[in-house]
C-alpha cells in the first residue's frame, strides 16, 4: 500500500539487513569455509589478518552478483555512463562502508560476535589506502559513494600508486616522511584485471604524411603497459556495484630477450622495467626538477590515455559510431590533472575515427567538463613546451591546433587585443596552462562553493567568464553521511535514527526533522552521552599512541587538515600561547579546561610547514608539563592524520577550528564532516563556511575576521602594516616576540621564519590582523559553551542544517545540469531518492 510506481528496487532494498537474503548463521558458515579455503587451516589457528582477508574475500563474494547484475544492465539498458577522472582517490578503509552499504552491518557483526571474533578490531587490520593529498582526494572519494548510492551510472578512473602519500612520525616534534606500503600485505578489494590492459606511449616522434588527407604517424615511441584493477564501488542498499578503475603501469619483460651469453641484457630488461614501474610508483612526485616534471607529466597522461581506451574499447562493444559518444559518455576532470583528457580524445577522434576536427572539437567539448579545486597560484599548472613536446610529441600538435583555433575565436572577438589574446592563450611565452585547456575544451567549469565560484568569475578565470559565461557554476562541495555519520559516529547515527527515523541515511535533508528536537531535554542528554563517549574512545587512543591524558570534560577543539600558511594554524597557536600566558598571570582564570587537538601533514619540501609541525609541539611540550596551570589546557598534535584518524577525531569534537585567510580556501570539506557530526564552528567567512553559517544561522556558528573582499582590496592595495597592530596589542606582541625570545628554551632560532613572516615579510596571511578577532570569537565561544543547553542547542542545529552539504545532494547536481542525465534513464533508483 502507498508504494509508488517504480519504487519496488528500493523499498525491497530499505528492507533492512535481512535484504542481502543472508542470516548470521549462513554468514558463520561461509565464513568459516572461506578461511579454511583460503588458508588450509582452522579460524582459531590464523592470524588476523588471515581473518581479515578472509572476510574481505566473503565480502567481495557476496557483492560479485550485483556487480555482474550492475555492468549487464547498463549494457542492457544502454545508460550513459559518468568517468570522473582523478589523479587522486582518499578512500578510507573500505570493509566497514561496504558492508554497510550491502546492509551486511548488522549481520557480520553478529556472526563475528558469536564466533569470539570482533568486527571492530578486523576492520582496523586493514590498511588506509593514502592515494591522495587531502581535500580533492577524499571529495573524490565521497563522490564516489554518493553516485553508487544515488543509483547513478559513474566510475572513477585513477592510479593505483605502488606507494601512497607518506606515512608522517613526529620525532623530537619533527615531521619525518616514511613509504607508505600499503599493498605490502596485499589488498584485497581490487580485481586485477590484465585482459582489459592497454599500452601507452611516450616520447618518439610524430611523421606527417599527405597524399590528399594530413596523416599523423606516431614512430619511435616507448610503450607503457597499463594495467587496470577494479575496486567495487558499492551503492547504499541499491543492489549497484559501480567501478573504481585504478591503473598500474608495467613493463612487459617477456618482449625483452635475455642474452644466452650473459646477464647484462636480463640486467637491462630488468632496470628498464624499474623505469617503467616509477610511473605508478608514487603519489604526487616532487616536482621541483626537470625529472620530476617528466614524471609527472607522464604520469598524467599515463591515466588519460589509458582511461579513454578503456572507455573506448568499452563504448565500442555496445555501441555504434563515436558520434553518439556524449550521449552515451561524460567525462569529468577532478582539477586540471587529468586535462590531457581533452587532446587525448581528439587525437583518438581524428587519427583513429578519421572524424573532421570540427566534429572531433564537438563531440569532445559535450564529453568533458571541469571542477576548479584552488586558486593558490602554485597549484595552477603550466608545463614547459618544450618538455610537453618530447613526452607527447603527438599531443603537442593537437595542443597546437587548439590553441591556435581558440585564439582565432579571441581575435573575431576582441580584433586587435594581443594583450588580452596572449593572456588568455593556451600556449603563451614558450608554456601551456592547463586551466586555460581546460576552461576551452570543457563544456562545464565548476567551482566549489560559492565565494570561489564567484571568486574564479570574477577575477581568476575573469575574461575567459567574460567570453564563455555559460560554462560557468557553482556546485559547493559535500560529503557522504554514510561514512562521515553512519560509520565513524554509530552511536550519532542511532540517536538520530531514534529520533526521527532511519530516511536521513539516503535522503540527508531530513536531518532537518531534528530542529524541532534541538531544545528538547532528553535530546540534549543523550547528544551529550554520545560526544563524551566518542571523546572517551579518542582519549584512550591518544593515551595509548601519545602517552597524553586528555580531560574528556574539556572542550576538544580541532584543527585536523594538511599544514599550509593559508589554513593558519599559525593563528590557532598564538592564541593558545595567549590563553597560555594568561593562564601563567593568573592561575585562577576562571576559563573552561580545553584540550587543542591538531594533526595534518606537510609537502615534504614545504620547510615553514614543517617548522608549524615543531612549533605546535614545541607548544604542546611547554604546556602539557606545566603544573601551574592545572592542567586547564592541553596541546596535543596527533601523528599521521589520515581517514581513519579523522574518523576517530571528528566525532569527537566540540569546536570546528576552519580559519583560513578570507578567499584562500576553495571550499573546504571538513568543515561539513565536523558539523554533520555536531561540532560548532569557529570560522572565517571563507569557501563554504559562508554557506554553512547560512545554513545554520548566525547564533550557530562563530565567524570572525576579514571578509573575502577585505582581504583582495589589501591585497589590491600592496598589503597592510603588520607592526601597526603589533605595536597596538600588548598580547599580541608577547606572543609574537616569544616565537624567538627563549619562550621555547631548545628552539634558538628555529621560529625566526615565522616571526619574519609576521613582521617583516607583510603578513601575507593576516594573522596579525585576525587575531583579536579570533580572541574575541574564541571568548564568545567559551560563554556558550559554559550555558550547556545553549551550547547543546547550537551543536543540534548543526547537525539538523548539514543536509545540504551531503555529496547526494552535490552529485544530483552535477549530475542535472552538467551530465545531463535524466532521472527517468537512470537504471537503478527510480524513487524520490532519484535526482530532482
Ligand atoms: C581545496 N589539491 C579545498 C577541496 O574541493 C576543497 C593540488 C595540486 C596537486 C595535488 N592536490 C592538490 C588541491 O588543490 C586540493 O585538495 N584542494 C582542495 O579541494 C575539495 O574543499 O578547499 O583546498
Redesign the pocket.
Known amino acids: 500500500p502507498g508504494v509508488k510506481p517504480g519504487t519496488a528496487v528500493l523499498d525491497a532494498a530499505q528492507a533492512g539487513p535481512a535484504d542481502s537474503g543472508i542470516t548470521v548463521e549462513q554468514f558463520k558458515q561461509d565464513y568459516r569455509n572461506k578461511v579454511e579455503r583460503m588458508y588450509g587451516d582452522g579460524l582459531e589457528r590464523v592470524s588476523d589478518l588471515d581473518k581479515y582477508n578472509a572476510l574481505v574475500s566473503l565480502v567481495r563474494d557476496y557483492l560479485a552478483e550485483p556487480w555482474l547484475n550492475t555492468k549487464e544492465k547498463y549494457r542492457r539498458t544502454g545508460a550513459k555512463q559518468v568517468y570522473y577522472f582523478s589523479?587522486?582517490f582518499l578512500l578510507g578503509r573500505l570493509l566497514g562502508s561496504n558492508l554497510y552499504n550491502l546492509g551486511l552491518n548488522e549481520v557480520c557483526q553478529q556472526a563475528l560476535s558469536e564466533l569470539g571474533l570482533d568486527l571492530r578490531t578486523l576492520r582496523q587490520v586493514e590498511e588506509d589506502p593514502g592515494l591522495g593529498?587531502?581535500?580533492?582526494?577524499?571529495?573524490a572519494a565521497c563522490y564516489l559513494d554518493s553516485m553508487a548510492s544515488l543509483g547513478l551510472p559513474g566510475h572513477g578512473m585513477g592510479m593505483r600508486y605502488r606507494y601512497g602519500l607518506f606515512e608522517q612520525r613526529i620525532v623530537d616534534g619533527y615531521q619525518r616522511e616514511y613509504a607508505d606500503d600499503w599493498l605490502m600485505d596485499g589488498f584485497y578489494w581490487d580485481v586485477r584485471k590484465p585482459a582489459e590492459a592497454v599500452e601507452v606511449r611516450f616520447g618518439g616522434n610524430v611523421r606527417i604524411k599527405s597524399n590528399g588527407k594530413t596523416q599523423y604517424i606516431h614512430e619511435g615511441y616507448e610503450t607503457v603497459l597499463a594495467v587496470p584493477y577494479d575496486v567495487p564501488v558499492v551503492g547504499y542498499r541499491n543492489g549497484m556495484v559501480n567501478t573504481l578503475r585504478l591503473w598500474s603501469a608495467e613493463a612487459r619483460l617477456s618482449e625483452v630477450v635475455c642474452a644466452p651469453q650473459g646477464g647484462s641484457d636480463c640486467q637491462k630488461a630488468v632496470e628498464y622495467s624499474q623505469t617503467v614501474e616509477e610511473l605508478s610508483n608514487i603519489l604526487?612526485p616532487d616536482d621541483s626538477t626537470y625529472e620530476g616534471k617528466a614524471l609527472r607529466l607522464k604520469q598524467q597522461y599515463f591515466l588519460v590515455s589509458a582511461g579513454l581506451q578503456s572507455i573506448i574499447r568499452n563504448y565500442r562493444e555496445n555501441n555504434g559510431h563515436l558520434r553518439e559518444f556524449p550521449h552515451k559518455i561524460a567525462i569529468h576532470i577532478n582539477?586540471t590533472?587529468p586535462v590531457l583528457c581533452i587532446p587525448e580524445l581528439l587525437r583518438i577522434l581524428l587519427d583513429e575515427e578519421q572524424l573532421t576536427w570540427e566534429e572531433a572539437w564537438n563531440i569532445t567539448v559535450q564529453t568533458m567538463s571541469y571542477?576548479n579545486?584552488?586558486i593558490?597560484p602554485e597549484?595552477l599548472e603550466t608545463w614547459p613546451e618544450d618538455l610537453f613536446r618530447t613526452v607527447l610529441p603527438r599531443l603537442y600538435l593537437i595542443v597546437r591546433d587548439i590553441n591556435e583555433y581558440y585564439c582565432r575565436s579571441l581575435w573575431e572577438a576582441y580584433p586587435g587585443d594581443w594583450d588580452r589574446i596572449s593572456r588568455m592563450a593556451i600556449i603563451s611565452y614558450n608554456r601551456i596552462h592547463m586551466a586555460h585547456l581546460a576552461i576551452v575544451g570543457c563544456h562545464s567549469v565548476n567551482g566549489?562553493?560559492e565565494l570561489?565560484t564567484d571568486i574564479l568569475k570574477n577575477k581568476i578565470m575573469k575574461e575567459f567568464c567574460d567570453f564563455s559565461p555559460a560554462k560557468f557554476n557553482n556546485k559547493t562541495?559535500g560529503v557522504t553521511q554514510r561514512r562521515w555519520v553512519s560509520l565513524c559516529n554509530p552511536a550519532l547515527a542511532q540517536l538520530i535514527t531514534d529520533t526521527i527515523g532511519p530516511r536521513w541515511v539516503e535522503h540527508p535533508q531530513e536531518l532537518a526533522q531534528l530542529e524541532r528536537h534541538s531544545a528538547d531535554t532528553a535530546f540534549q542528554h543523550h547528544l551529550l552521552k554520545v560526544k563524551l563517549q566518542n571523546k572517551v574512545a579518542l582519549a584512550k587512543y591518544v593515551k595509548e599512541k601519545h602517552g597524553i591524558t586528555l580531560d574528556v570534560n574539556s572542550i576538544f577543539d580541532s584543527q585536523v587538515k594538511r599544514i599550509h600558511a593559508y589554513k593558519r594554524q599559525t593563528l590557532n597557536v598564538l592564541h593558545i600561547m595567549a590563553l597560555y600566558n594568561r593562564l601563567k598571570e593568573n592561575p585562577l582564570l576562571d576559563i573552561e579546561p580545553h584540550t587543542f587537538i591538531f594533526g595534518g601533514k606537510a609537502a615534504v619540501n614545504y620547510h615553514i610547514a614543517k617548522n608549524t609541525i615543531k612549533l605546535i609541539n614545541s607548544l604542546a611540550d611547554l604546556v602539557n608539563n606545566d603544573k601551574s596551570i592545572r592542567d586547564k589546557i592541553k596541546v596535543v598534535f596527533l601523528e599521521n592524520y589520515n581517514v581513519s584518524l579523522a574518523e576517530l577525531i571528528i566525532p569527537a569534537t566540540d569546536v570546528s577550528e576552519q580559519i583560513p585567510t578570507a578567499s584562500y580556501?576553495?571550499?573546504?570539506?571538513g568543515n561539513m564532516k565536523f558539523m554533520m557530526n555536531g561540532a560548532v564552528t569557529i570560522g572565517t567567512l571563507d569557501?563554504?563556511n559562508i554557506e554553512i553559517k547560512q545554513a545554520v544561522g548566525e547564533d550557530n556558528i562563530i565567524v570572525f575576521g576579514l571578509t573575502a573582499e577585505e582581504v583582495l582590496a589589501y591585497y589590491r592595495g600592496g598589503g597592510y602594516n603588520p607592526w601597526e597592530v603589533y605595536q597596538d596589542n600588548e598580547r599580541l606582541r608577547q606572543v609574537v616576540d616569544q616565537l624567538i625570545n627563549g619562550f621555547f628554551p631548545a628552539a634558538g632560532d628555529l621560529f625566526r621564519g615565522h616571526f619574519d613572516s609576521l613582521l617583516h615579510q607583510g603578513d601575507h596571511f593576516f594573522v596579525l590582523k585576525d587575531f583579536a578577532s579570533y580572541e574575541a570569537a574564541h571568548q564568545v565561544l567559551d560563554e556558550r559553551y559554559k550555558d550547556r543547553p545553549v551550547w547543546l542547542k547550537m551543536c543540534s542545529a548543526n547537525i539538523a542544517h548539514s543536509g545540504r552539504f551531503s555529496s547526494d545532494r552535490t552529485f544530483a547536481e552535477y549530475a542535472t545540469d552538467i551530465w545531463h542525465i535524466r532521472p527517468d534513464t537512470l537504471p537503478f533508483s527510480a524513487s524520490e531518492k532519484q535526482i530532482r
Open positions: 589523479i587522486e593529498n587531502g581535500g580533492l582526494g577524499r571529495l604526487y582539477d590533472h571542477t579545486h584552488t593558490l597549484a566549489v562553493a570561489h562541495n580556501e576553495a571550499s573546504g570539506t569557501g563554504a
